[in-house]
Structures are given as C-alpha cells and as structure tokens.
C-alpha cells in the first residue's frame, strides 16, 4: 500500500485516524502498532514473518543490553550486542544481497569454464530501513543512552510505524523513546499541524515527481547508439528533480503522518540542491540517513580523531556502504565510492567550507549541482555500461537532438512542470517549505496552508484517482 494510492487516502487513513480519535489514550500505541502491521502486511504479504521475527529477536535482546547501575557484565552485554547486530546485518544480507552474490559467483566461475546455479530472493519492503531502526535501539540502549522499552506494543509501535516503516526517515531510538510512553492528549491539534504536511509532501510526489517520471524512464532506457547529448542531459536533469520531489514528497506525507498520529519525526531534507559543497549536500540530502552512518559507523570507527588518514579511511567505508545500503548493484557502489572520493578530495583540498564570496558560492553551487547530477546518472542507469555512455554524451556536445520516444514523453505540460520544479536549484538555503507549513503562525503560513489543502489536495487527488501516480521511488531500497 503506498500512500499515494486511493486505497490508503479514502479508506485507511481516516479509518485510522478514526481509531486513534476513539481509542483511550492508553491505547493510542496499540491503535498505530496494528495500523501499522496491516499497512505492511498489505504490501509485504508473507515477509511479514520476517518482520515480526526481527522484532521479537531485538525487543528481546534489548532487555538484556541495558547497562547496571555499578557497570557489572560489560563483556556480556558487548558479545550480546555484536550478536544481535550480527543478526540483523545477516537477515539483511541474505534477502537484500544473496541473489547479487549469486549472480557474482556465477560470473567468476564462468570466467574459469565453471557454471554455478543463480537464484533470487523476493526483497521485503523496507528491510533496509527496519534493520537500521533495530540497530539503533540496539545500540542506544546498550551505551545507556535511553532505556529499553518494557512495553512490547511500544516497540511494535516504533519499528512498524507506518509513517516511516518503509523508506523513512530513520529514527533513531533515542529521538523517539521519550515521545513512546506518552499518552498523546492533543489529538485534533496533532492533525491540523500534521495535514498541511502530508499534503504538501502529496502534491511534491503526484503533481511534480510522477509527471517527471515517464520523462527520465523514457531518457534512460534509450539504447547506446541512439543516445544523444539532448536525451542525455535531458535524462539527467529530469531524474535528478524527480528523485528529489519523490523522496523529499514520501519524507514530508511520512512527517506530516507522524504527527497526526502523535510523534514528531526527524526532518530528512533541507533544501539540498542549495548546497556549495558535495559535504554541504549529504549535511541536507536524506539527514537521517547521513546521522544514522555518523553515530554508528563513523565515530565508532574513529571519525576525524586518529589523524587524516584514518578519517579519510572512516568516510570511504561509510560511502561504500552507503552506496550498498541502497541496492544490491554495481551502480549504487559505484555512486557511493563517487561520493566519498568527492568529499574526501573536498576535506584535503580545504574546499569543505562555505567559501565568502557571493561569486565564489555562485560558482562553486553550480558546480557541486553537476558533480550531484553525474552521481544520479550512476545511481538512475540499469547498469555501469548504460551510466557511461549517458555521461560520454553529456560531455561531449552533438547536433543531434531528442528521439521519438523522448519527444513524445517531455510534453508541453511536462516541459513547464520540469522548467517549474528546477526554480528549487536558485532557491536560498533557509528553512524547507514543509517546516514552513507545519509550523509558522503568520497569516502567510496560514494562506499557504489553505491553497496546499484546498488546490494542491484536489488537484493531487484527480491525479491518484485518475491511476497517474507511480510507487515512491526509495521503496525499492
């Protein structure tokens, strides 16, 4: 079930928020533990099992993990820990990374005159951020940074929220676990702030990111010899907005869900392509991710404390694996190593801070919107061969221009939607529109809201209605 499908708009949601409004404030976990459950079961069918498995293994390890009051059994709790980690990484491994491995094996057999059997593993929705939740508290609890949940229905509640459960934003246990035992009293208050959100976060997603699809698919899947520097960059420009207005769009309708049922959700972006350094641009591009890598990888590798060449090691293997983190394929390792070289490169050459001057930040804005863009070219292409020929041809102008296929796909109204949707590129690097619309009190705030709940709504409805939407692009990590 996605959220922007009729089924979860018309029936699910109100039934839910329904619920929650009748429900005593005792049980408001249970209502969004269940919610949450038949929201996944909906999509991820038997793979529930997996889920549900996960969650009894880490709820109950939690318990476990706590520290004492004197520090007593610390190599316990530790093995107990790099156990349960070891748990959730192979769960991961397997249904994420075992059909890739499979084909990998094969293909280095093949080059000796051996043949090894291949195999494929249906992907779980939202594995790879539920593992990261489970690691999170995990963690947390053991270096007794928040205490472990005593309610199995809390935890449930956390894991499985449905705002978040299947491509974020990655809450950390310890943004989340004073906000659990809470008995929420502000209920109608907590949807009129959440709403504008959600619809905000629906009309990014419907009106601007599934308009651009048919546009960047169509710019991808052109064959090699009739690719050209039009499509290529036409490709490019188009992915790169649309991959924005969809996971920002899924991160807005996830927060703004979260707070019509009670919880207050990480932001996940902030104006990204506004960044002047590619460090600047993972400082605002999928936050939670980049924190969730930061206090669990990078610090307990090291971080920048054991001198420069071990800090620029601890930022390879985060970019490594946060190129992995996204798919079992070449192209996202490749785009992870891309990106880590680039600030890597950026930390030596002293070029990771804000530079002074309005030219300069011009400038080196511009720059850094090309370096991201050749880094989507990698993530978007169906493979490494099809990402270099897509970048040879950007780089190397022809008088050729769109095909048939492309010219049909970039409309006169996808043309204005696209042309519309770059203006964020020249936006200023202040607060997002979605923290706007949740939480300014000015008349203007107040306006904004009515025109995204009034046109953005009804406009965005037609669309879903009409079956023009598409699922949200991060689900498939």
């Known amino acids: 079930m996605s959220f922007a499908t009729p089924l979860f708009l018309w029936y699910f949601l109100p039934a839910t928020l329904g619920c929650l409004l009748l429900a005593p404030r005792s049980a408001r976990n249970a209502v969004v533990a269940v919610a949450s459950l038949v929201f996944y079961a909906s999509g991820a069918g038997g793979t529930t099992a997996l889920l549900l498995g996960c969650i009894v293994v880490n709820f109950l390890a939690g318990r476990r993990l706590e520290p004492d009051e004197w520090g007593l059994d610390r190599s316990r709790r530790r093995y107990l820990l790099g156990g349960v980690i070891a748990v959730n990484l192979a769960v991961l491994g397997v249904w994420k990374y075992a059909g890739f491995a499979s084909e990998q094996a094969a293909v280095l057999a093949g080059w000796f005159g051996g043949h090894l059997p291949t195999f494929e593993v249906v992907l779980p929705i939202g594995i790879s951020f539920y593992t990261f939740h489970h690691i999170s508290y995990v963690v947390d609890v053991y270096r007794g940074e928040r205490p472990a949940l005593r309610d199995p229905v809390a935890f ?22 004073d906000q659990l035992p809470q008995r929420r009293t502000h209920r109608l208050d907590d949807i009129a702030a959440g709403f504008p959100r959600f619809a905000w976060g629906l009309s990014k997603k419907v009106i601007v990111a599934d308009s651009l699809a048919p546009v960047s698919d169509a710019a991808f899947s052109t064959s090699a010899d009739d690719m050209t520097f039009a499509i290529a960059w036409v490709g490019a420009v188009a992915y790169t907005v649309q991959l924005y207005f969809d996971f920002s769009g899924y991160s807005d309708m996830a927060i703004g869900l979260g707070r019509m049922l009670g919880f207050r959700l990480p932001e996940n972006f902030a104006r990204p392509y506004s960044s002047v350094t590619v460090t600047e ?9 980049s924190r969730w890598f930061r206090d669990y ?38 785009w992870g190593v891309f990106h880590g070289a680039l600030l890597v490169i950026e930390r030596a050459a002293g070029l990771d801070r804000r530079p002074a001057g309005v030219n300069a ?28 020929v897509m970048l040879g041809h950007m780089f190397v102008p022809d008088v050729a221009g769109l095909n048939a296929v492309v010219e049909a796909a970039l409309t006169n109204q996808r043309t204005l939607i696209l042309l519309a949707a770059l203006a964020v590129v020249l936006l200023p690097a202040g607060a997002g529109t979605g923290t706007y619309l949740e939480a300014a009190r000015t008349r203007a705030a107040t306006g904004a809201r009515v025109g995204v709940m009034t046109v953005g709504v009804c406009y965005a409805g037609l669309l879903v209605a009409s079956g023009s939407f598409s699922p949200f692009l991060y689900y498939q990590f």
């Open 156 to 177: 449930v509640a956390y894991i499985a929220m449905f705002p978040q459960l299947v491509a974020g934003p990655i809450v950390r246990y310890r943004e989340i676990a």
């Open 281 to 289: 641009f993972w400082q605002r591009w999928h936050m939670s991710l």
């Open 297 to 334: 990888v990078y610090i307990p590798l090291g971080g920048n404390r054991n001198g420069t060449v071990r800090t620029y090691r601890n930022l390879a293997i985060v970019f490594v694996l946060t190129g992995f983190w996204h798919g079992a394929a070449w192209t996202y390792l490749v």
């Open 361 to 388: 930040r011009i400038a080196r804005r511009a720059g850094t919107m090309v370096l991201v863009l050749v880094g989507w070219v990698f993530f978007r292409a169906p493979d490494l061969g099809s990402a270099v």
